[in-house]
């Protein structure tokens, strides 16, 4: 079996734990120790070439690249300017507010040049680069849509956090925004359309408005890309036609509000989401840490606990922190708020605490190394 | 040399070892000149103690000198002789902010 990386940022840095069993790790950091790492990735080109967004209340924004797996980084640009007319999106109280950078939340290297990375930042704005990180230019069609005064910040941020590269279109991509919603683009980010037909959010005077959806997170399988799974503020919802439409398939679950969905390596109707209680109580229902899969796509899930604390457990898995590595049997993978990362080398039917005390984790990414 | 104190975060951030660093700026030294030096040197600081574009300070950083707090004072007006002599340095503070 091919080695495993996993890229878990946290609160206070950056950490890179390595097995090649999946049953023993070995974990290596903190880098950028103090500084929040929100996201930390690696190419799909070539796995060395690893991206991480070093972000601070006190000192900005940092971009870093590694260009050797991780073991030395240097800073790239951090200059992230909006292009053209910066405009105006909807604040808490309702009133209107310009547009400002904050951070970057989520990168998402090119399928097939190492050098090419988009990031979703917030305020929310999708950026590119093709230098390996020396520039940043935005893709200004998104922002400027035209729906940009009615999106709202979710309580982390107005930030674009999700980024679908379709494996079989090369000029579809397909972004999500707290709170705006899903939206596609079919000429490689020039132009987009609002992708929320089905999704229903109470928090809106119009609960069924084009626009306004505290989308948590989305997923999909490369295999069908069109089949697209997400989860929202409430709701876990899917789509079979690559987000033009959306119905919901909670179903047995026992609280539809979470943060993560991730899709199984090598089953495309396998799905995995971590429910939360509650907007207000960002805690697992009953103190009971259990990660659901669907084997049917959803509606049906089926809880998997062994491993996972089943009392007084009252941490949060925020919505980058869940990934699936590509070994067979596929390993899934989640950090919390409380800094524990769980790893299954099962598809989920057991758990271990791979990295038990690290600081509050932000982000899990998962490489397969030759 | 104008000698500069950077938080551990920003040093650790910019490679440097010692707790201050001894710039070159071009008189009359203000803050500006200060900050431009710092991060002609040291280009990774540059965003982490003003906005790129409009170099308006960031919220959580502070700029200290011979006991007093420029961080609010015109970026263009002078700093204190002893900081231009080198006898005083001009220190850059991360706010207090946290338990």
Request: charged share 20%; net charge negative; proline share 7%.
């Amino acid at each position: 079996m091919s080695a495993v990386r996993l890229l878990v940022g946290t609160k206070k840095g950056g950490f890179v734990l390595t097995s090649a069993n999946r049953q023993k790790w070995s974990i290596d950091g903190p880098h950028f120790g103090g500084w929040e790492i929100f996201h930390m990735t690696g190419s799909p080109a070539d796995p060395n070439r690893l991206y991480a967004s070093q972000a601070s209340d006190w000192f900005g924004q940092v971009m870093q690249r590694s260009d050797d797996g991780g073991k030395t980084w240097a800073t790239v640009s951090n200059a992230f300017d909006y292009q053209g007319e910066v405009g105006t999106h909807q604040w808490y109280d309702g009133s209107q507010k310009p547009w400002e950078f904050k951070k970057v939340w989520h990168l998402e290297p090119s399928l097939d040049d190492p050098d090419t990375v988009y990031a979703g930042v917030e305020d929310a704005a999708l950026f590119k680069t093709t230098d390996g990180g020396h520039s940043w230019h935005e893709l200004p069609g998104l922002r400027e849509h035209g729906s940009g005064p009615d999106w709202l910040p979710g309580a982390g941020g107005m930030c674009l956090h999700t980024i679908l590269m379709d494996p079989q279109r090369s000029d579809r991509i397909t972004i999500a925004i707290s709170a705006a919603g899903v939206f596609r683009s079919e000429d490689a980010g020039k132009t987009w359309t609002p992708s929320n037909k089905g999704l229903f959010s109470e928090h809106n005077p119009n609960p069924t408005a084009e626009v306004g959806h505290c989308v948590h997170r989305l997923a999909q399988h490369p295999s069908q890309p069109d089949v697209l799974f997400m989860q929202k503020h409430w709701d876990v919802m899917r789509s079979d036609d690559a987000g033009a439409t959306w119905h919901e398939i909670s179903g047995n679950l026992p609280s539809d509000f979470g943060f993560p969905i991730a899709v199984h390596a090598h089953e495309p109707e396998t799905v995995y989401v971590v429910p939360i209680k509650s907007d207000s109580e960002h805690y697992p229902p009953d103190g009971k840490l259990r990660v659901y899969r669907s084997r049917e796509g959803g509606n049906e899930w089926q809880a998997l606990t062994r491993g996972l604390p089943q009392e007084h457990c009252y941490v949060n898995v925020l919505r980058d922190a869940m990934a699936v590595d590509q070994a067979d049997p596929c390993g899934v993978y989640f950090g919390t708020t409380g800094g524990q990362v769980y790893g299954s080398n099962d598809e989920g039917d057991s758990w271990q605490a791979i990295a038990p005390h690290l600081p509050a984790v932000l982000s899990v990414e998962v490489q397969m190394l030759a | 040399m104008i000698n500069v104190m950077l938080p551990v975060p920003l040093r650790r951030l910019a490679g440097i070892d010692e707790a201050a660093v001894a710039l070159e700026v071009e008189a009359p030294i203000t803050q500006r000149r200060v900050l431009d030096a710092l991060e002609d040197r040291y280009p990774m600081l540059i965003g982490t103690t003003r906005d790129r574009s409009s170099k308006r300070r960031r919220a959580y950083v502070r700029f200290f000198a011979c006991g007093e707090d420029f961080s609010d004072a015109d970026p263009d007006d002078a700093l204190p002789t002893a900081v231009a002599n080198g006898d005083e340095p001009y220190l850059i503070v991360g706010a207090l902010s946290g338990g």
